[in-house]
């Protein structure tokens, strides 16, 4: 079992930043990936983020490149999403999530753990 606490949500205005955590204990994957996802009131959940602990290869939504960037602190087990230039349409609530590196990365099914979110808020 692996439990993954995120933190670092609020409410901020367009154009700030936000850093986001995310702590993982428990079970080790031999190869993880870590990835964040968002979901809007009403919407399905989407990749925004991952990065491969083996390699640190990272990946992004088109619609947050430039603007967000995921790393991971690998000797504290916690990935971190840095979100500059914040916009209303980026309100979510965050999601970190882990799985072995085989399964797709983009889609929620690609990972096996899941955080409980936090939520971002921003305001025009």
């Known amino acids: 079992q692996v439990e993954l606490v995120e933190s670092g949500g609020g409410l901020v205005q367009s154009g700030d930043s936000l850093r986001l955590s995310c702590a993982a204990s428990?079970?080790?994957?031999?190869?993880?990936?870590m990835g964040w996802f968002r979901q809007a009131l009403g919407k399905e959940r989407e990749f925004v983020a991952a990065?491969?602990?083996?390699?640190?290869?990272?990946y992004y939504a088109d619609s947050v490149k430039g603007r967000f960037t995921i790393s991971g602190a690998y000797a504290k087990n916690t990935v971190y999403l840095q979100m500059n230039s914040l916009r209303p349409e980026d309100t979510a609530v965050y999601y970190c999530?882990?799985?072995?590196?085989?399964?797709?990365?983009?889609?929620?099914?690609?990972?096996?753990?899941w955080g409980q979110g936090t939520q971002v808020q921003v305001t025009v």
């Open positions: 990065v491969y602990w083996s390699t640190g290869s990272t």
């Open positions: 428990g079970r080790t994957f031999s190869n993880p990936i």
């Open positions: 999530a882990v799985g072995g590196s085989l399964g797709p990365m983009r889609v929620p099914r690609g990972y096996d753990y």
